[in-house]
């Protein structure tokens, strides 16, 4: 399916800096998908670490020149359910521009977001002969409803799920605690370091008891995580964000 539409790619600063085949292979992704993709190169943080810190009257400008960045174009996808939360729900209200930043707001969307509910794909096709466990961060299944959370009484749902379901070979790990955080959480990592570390070590042991080869995320800021405590405790466990695999298994 195509759309007929401009989407603007928002990438986070930590993919942009530490993993830009995200970024990369985001682009592809959509491009293939049928998107008419463009990537603004004035864009810049949109200010999530400072106001997650408690400094969010400094992320005004940030914020600004986000609506300035991106005020051209029909969609803004990205492949971050945190920072997409953050635009969308968190970011300080502009004094004077509230309609213009609202209209903005309703336009951005997460990766798998974007594809299911507005590209109304829910079945690809593609190969991916491996045994994968997903990690929904808390941001996107929390905050932007991404999966069903298993404290509510809702219909189970998992959208990236949804997207991977139907790739022959792929086998979906069942996880014993399957929407627990990782202890990442931005700031908290620093903090409280080894509450943090123990989290994601619990995290880990879930996914390699169930024999996972792969751990899949939709925010690079958790598996970054992840991967830096299997590596340090040479764990033989492998790290891909979505869009990697959707991009790598498509027909």
């Not at 670490?49 to 009257?57: D, I, L």
């Not at 600004?64 to 920072?83: N, R």
């Not at 995290?203 to 970054?224: F, N, T, V």
Request: with cysteine; net charge negative.
């Amino acid at each position: 399916m195509s759309i007929n539409k401009k989407v603007g790619l928002f990438i986070p600063c930590y993919v942009d800096q530490f993993y830009p085949n995200v970024a990369i292979s985001t682009l592809e992704l959509l491009q293939k998908l049928g998107c008419n993709v463009s990537y603004p190169m004035n864009q810049t943080c949109c200010g999530q670490p400072m106001a997650n810190a408690g400094y969010e009257r400094d992320t005004v400008a940030t914020t600004q020149h986000f609506l300035d960045t991106f005020e051209s174009f029909d969609y803004i996808v990205c492949p971050s359910g945190s920072c997409v939360h953050h635009v969308r729900d968190h970011a300080p209200c502009i004094e004077g521009k509230e309609t213009f930043q609202k209209d903005i707001q309703h336009k951005v969307y997460e990766l798998t977001e974007f594809i299911t509910d507005i590209l109304k794909i829910t079945d690809i096709k593609g190969t991916y002969p491996h045994r994968v466990g997903f990690h929904s961060s808390c941001h996107g299944q929390r905050g932007l409803r991404l999966a069903s959370s298993s404290e509510l009484n809702q219909p189970v749902f998992n959208k990236a799920k949804q997207l991977l379901a139907k790739f022959e070979g792929l086998e979906w790990v069942e996880l014993s605690r399957k929407d627990e955080c990782c202890g990442f959480g931005g700031t908290f990592a620093v903090t409280e370091e080894a509450l943090s570390v123990q989290m994601g070590k619990d995290r880990l042991q879930d996914h390699i008891s169930k024999d996972a080869e792969i751990i899949i995320g939709g925010d690079m800021s958790c598996i970054m995580h992840l991967s830096g405590i299997a590596s340090r405790n040479k764990q033989a466990i492998k790290f891909k964000h979505i869009a990697e695999v959707l991009n790598e298994a498509i027909i």
